[in-house]
């Protein structure tokens, strides 16, 4: 059986638009082009785009999912080594959750008694489910940043990678309490977290506002970034983007 590439579409959620780029870069051909010059997929076709999916939730960039997909084999072991990819993705992102709902809930009470968190908790605690290296494989779309990423904390010690983790951390939290307040995302406040987190990056190398501007767009389409937002507040990642969109026209111009 043959699906014409509107009905694939629907199916899978992904646009009509996607399915042809992806025809257009040899990632996904369909099974067959119609004398009408319409794109058919049959069920071969369909688990290929399945694979895709899951690939790019999990990060990768077409280009390198294209050379995965090239050298796979069998696709049930292909499809078994992505499935404990995702389990092992899906037990690092209940622990980043655990881990901000408890820091959440260590803040309340170092501001409501003013005992410092490191009495609290352990401060290693902070960083369960999320290591340095992660942050450099979220700007997997973004290859100088990351290697840019690479490189500064290669340099570092490992209380300094700490100290950039809780910081992060601490970036999260602060948007989500301004986005609780009802802070638009050009309010001033906001913007000031954003202008930290702009400076944080051009200190490692210059980013330009449509970078900036990417960057900030896949928090929101890359799923593993979307993810980790959401498991601190719900419509932070789209907040984030809104916040980092204001700020490139507003400042970067």
């Known amino acids: ?58 990060g990768l960039g077409l280009s390198e999912i294209g050379r995965v997909l090239a050298d796979q084999v ?8 992505h499935h404990r990819r995702l389990l092992a993705e899906r037990d690092r992102l ?27 908790n352990r401060p ?8 340095a290296d992660q942050y450099g494989e979220n700007l997997r779309d973004f290859p100088e940043q990351a290697r840019a990423v690479e490189q500064a904390i290669a340099g570092m010690s490992p209380a300094e990678i700490e100290a950039g983790q809780r910081e992060r951390t601490a970036w999260m939290i602060r948007l989500a309490e301004l986005m609780a307040a009802g802070r638009p995302a050009e309010a001033e406040p906001v913007q000031a977290e954003v202008d930290v987190q702009y400076r944080a990056l051009t200190a490692m190398r210059a980013v330009s506002a449509e970078e900036f501007r990417a960057m900030g767009r ?36």
């Open 74 to 81: 069998d696709e049930v072991q292909a499809l078994r080594g």
């Open 124 to 131: 290693e605690n902070l960083f369960e489910g999320v290591r």
């Open 1 to 58: 059986m043959a699906w014409p590439i509107a009905e694939v579409a629907r199916m899978s959620g992904v646009t009509a638009r996607t399915l042809r780029h992806y025809d257009e870069i040899g990632l996904l051909p369909p099974a067959r082009v119609g004398a009408n010059g319409h794109r058919y997929y049959e069920e071969r076709q369909l688990l290929r785009l399945q694979q895709i999916l899951v690939l790019r939730a999990l």
């Open 218 to 253: 896949s928090i929101v389409e890359n799923e593993q970034r979307r993810t980790a937002y959401e498991a601190i507040a719900p419509g932070l990642a789209a907040y984030q983007r809104d916040a980092i969109e204001a700020y490139a026209a507003n400042r970067l111009g």
């Open 94 to 120: 209940d622990a980043l959750a655990d881990t901000v709902a408890r820091t959440i809930t260590e803040l309340e009470q170092s501001r409501r008694d003013g005992t410092p968190m490191t009495r609290i």
